[in-house]
Nanobody, 129 residues
Framework: QVQLVESGGGLVQAGGSLRLSCAAS????????MGWFRQAPGKEREFVAC????????YYADSVKGRFTISRDNAKNTVYLQMNSLKPEDTAVYYC??????????????????????WGQGTLVTVSS
């Protein structure tokens, strides 16, 4: 069983950058697709980015494409989300997720994000204007 702990959230001005980390415990980490979702106040949780177990495939929401980069280091059991050119609308709690199913399924999950097997506790990102 994989367990996840996020870090790296905080307050940043618009146009700035942050890097989120998600540390995983459990021997199955390298066989899991990993990704990030976010939830702003009063809104539904939404897909942000995900990466296949090998790191060879990545997928992004249109709203973050070109600004965010997801990566993973299986030797360190960690997945990262580099966020550049941050906007106030990026303000949200960011959640790390892991699931043994294929990463290409994640962008279309919508409200079925609950299907994903493992979730972290979330880390708050606040972007000021």
């Amino acid at each position: 069983q994989v367990q996840l702990v996020e870090s790296g959230g905080g307050l940043v001005q618009a146009g700035g950058s942050l890097r989120l980390s998600c540390a995983a415990s459990g021997r199955a980490f390298s066989s899991y697709a990993m990704g990030w979702f976010r939830q702003a106040p009063g809104k539904e949780r939404e897909f942000v980015a995900c990466i296949s177990w090998s790191g060879g495939n990545t997928y992004y929401a249109d709203s973050v494409k070109g600004r965010f980069t997801i990566s993973r280091d299986n030797a360190k059991n960690t997945v990262y989300l580099q966020m550049n050119s941050l906007k106030p609308e990026d303000t949200a709690v960011y959640y790390c997720a892991a699931d043994p199913r294929a990463s290409h399924l994640w962008p279309d999950l919508g409200a079925r994000w609950t299907y994903l097997e493992v979730w972290g506790q979330g880390t708050l990102v606040t972007v000021s204007s």
